[in-house]
């Protein structure tokens, strides 16, 4: 591939955003660990990040939407260790052994992102904006368990075996 071919790098303001914006989602994930989603503000997020309200808003809509993505990242890094984790399991004990293992490792390394999840679920089940803004990385994440857990269902199992056992291991409902 030569030159030309390749995308070009992105300019000194593109960099800087994207430093900002990252350094939001760096503080918003810290204050919603120490006092909770509900319990923080912007002023707590833009403090933690010593940014101003205005960058915030260029980068995000609202509290909610900060969420969204670091639910989205939190629940795309733990899928990404479950499809790692799960060769091909011997049986259903080993198929759910082997998932729960990849959720495990994966909070035992982001304890942060755990709680964050936690918290992500819960506002999905007080607050329908939350529920509409969150359900798709969820859904995700969830249909990936299943996928997890269907070859080693036995073949008389039902449509919805693999989503039910799935809610049980990821604890859901």
Not at 28 to 46: M, P, Y
Not at 118 to 143: E, S, V
Not at 145 to 159: K, N
Request: charged share 20%.
């Amino acid at each position: 591939m030569d030159e030309s071919d390749q995308p070009p790098e992105p300019g000194r303001t593109a960099r800087r955003a994207s430093k900002t914006r990252q350094r939001l989602l760096d503080a918003a994930l810290a204050v919603f660990n120490e006092v909770g989603v509900d319990a923080c503000s912007i002023e707590n997020i833009t403090e933690r990040a010593d940014v101003g309200k205005g960058t915030f808003y260029r980068h995000f809509d609202d509290k909610l939407a900060v969420v969204r993505v670091l639910a989205e990242t939190a629940l795309a890094e733990l899928t990404a260790r479950i499809q790692v984790g799960t060769g091909t399991p011997r049986s259903l004990e080993d198929a759910v052994g082997q998932v729960l293992d990849a959720h495990a490792a994966y909070f035992l390394a982001q304890p942060q992102s755990f709680w964050l999840l936690a918290q992500g679920r819960l506002l999905m089940a007080l607050r329908p904006q939350a529920a509409l803004a969150l359900n798709p990385p969820y859904t995700a994440y969830m249909a990936e368990v299943e996928r997890a857990l269907q070859p080693s269902l036995p073949g008389s199992s039902s449509a919805g075996s693999a989503h039910r056992l799935a809610c049980a291991v990821v604890a859901k409902y």
